[in-house]
Every structure is written in C-alpha cells, then in structure tokens.
T-cell receptor, first 114, second 116 residues
C-alpha cells in the first residue's frame, strides 16, 4: 500500500527565507504528484502538478521537483512571505489504482513570521 | 474559471440525524471524488464516481451513501450521524477519469459538518 510521508510536520521561518518542504512515497509506481495548500478550516488549493515523466514544475515563487525512482518530491518556496503561512500537503496518484484516488501525506504546517 | 462548488459550507446536525452534502464538479469533468478530513488529519478517500457510476469505494461507513446524477453533480447522504462524523467533507473533480489520467484534481471549498 502506498504511504506518503511529509517532513517536517511543522516549520517556522522568518519572512524572506526560502522554504523547503519534503514529501516521500513508498511506491514509485505513480501517475503524478500534486502539491496543495490548505488554510485553516478551508479547502485544498492546487499549487503544482508533476507528471511521473517530469522532473520539476515551476509557478512563480514555487518550484517542485520529483525523483520518482527514489520516491521523493520537494517543494521550494522562494522568498517566503507571511501570506505563505498555511499547511502544505502532497498527494500521489498511484498507478496501481485504476480509479485514481489520491494518497495524501499528513502535511507540513508552515508559519512565516514578519 | 468555474470551480468545484460544494453546498452547504457549514452544517450543524444532532446525533442520529441525517445530512446531505452536494457537489457540483467543473463542467466536463466526468469523475467526482469525496474525501473526509477530520481535525488535524489528512484527507481520507470515501467514494468516487465516473460517468455517474460508482467507480471506487474507500473507508466509507455503511451509514453513508452517495450518487452522481445525470448532470454530474453528486450528493453524499449521511444517516444516523455520530459525533465522530464531525469533519470537513471535500469533493474533487477531475476530467477523463480512470487509469492513466494525466490530470490533477480540483477540490471544492468543503462542507464543515458539526454533529452535536
């Protein structure tokens, strides 16, 4: 069974520092990996989607890498801002699952202090 | 751009009551997924539909049922509610469901259910 782990569970950085969030998964047979942002009590906002054939995706200050063979993805957020404070979840779409339900990690709670 | 619409946003019910949650997927998305997120937990898959047929089932209690209608909207029906059912319930949609999909999910804002 696919297991997704996110380290660290929580992270606090001063404004302006770069953020590095890690996601690991046990089974490399995936179709894609998606990073989400969740504000407290709110919905999931998709940040980046990386296909299994891709090595990275970029959107503005966000960059996500994928090393499928080692079962790892990293989300980089450059020049963090207080508005980046949220919980970040990664989720994989296992290739062994016919109907594509996502397997989530527990998330990394980020606090960016002014 | 149109997003996934969920209603209601908040719902308070008493134990043993029934609740119905609605989800309207993005137009032309043929797959709908329901997830439950308890306090401090990651989202757990409940059930999914592809082209109006149930495609997969996760850890959904027998007290819960769901269906997808001809206009692709979906409803999650929850009966005999328990305190432990209090959670955020998310609906997500994706185009071209099934094996090999290259598309990601779009989630709705969720319904916060509180059982008292």
């Amino acid at each position: 069974k696919q297991e997704v782990t996110q380290i660290p569970a929580a992270l606090s950085v001063p404004e302006g520092e770069n953020l590095v969030l890690n996601c690991s998964f046990t089974d490399s047979a995936i179709y894609n990996l998606q990073w989400f942002r969740q504000d407290p009590g709110k919905g999931l906002t998709s940040l980046l989607l990386i296909q299994s054939s891709q090595r990275e995706q970029t959107s503005g200050r966000l960059n996500a890498s994928l090393d499928k063979s080692s079962g790892r993805s990293t989300l980089y957020i450059a020049a963090s801002q207080p508005g980046d404070s949220a919980t970040y979840l990664c989720a994989v779409r296992p290739a062994t699952d016919s109907w594509g339900k996502l397997q989530f990690g527990a998330g990394t709670q980020v606090v960016v202090t002014p | 751009a149109a997003g996934v619409i969920q209603s209601p946003r908040h719902l308070i019910k008493e134990k043993r009551e029934t609740a119905t949650l609605k989800c309207y997927p993005i137009p032309r998305h043929d797959t709908v997924y329901w997830y439950q997120q308890g306090p401090g937990q990651d989202p757990q898959f409940l059930i999914s539909f592809y082209e109006k047929m149930q495609s997969d089932k996760g850890s959904i209690p027998d007290r819960f049922s769901a269906q997808q209608f001809s206009d692709y909207h979906s409803e999650l029906n929850m009966s005999s509610l328990e305190l432990g059912d209090s959670a955020l319930y998310f609906c997500a949609s994706s185009p071209f469901g099934g094996q090999g999909s290259l598309y990601g999910y779009t989630f709705g804002s969720g319904t916060r259910l509180t059982v008292v």
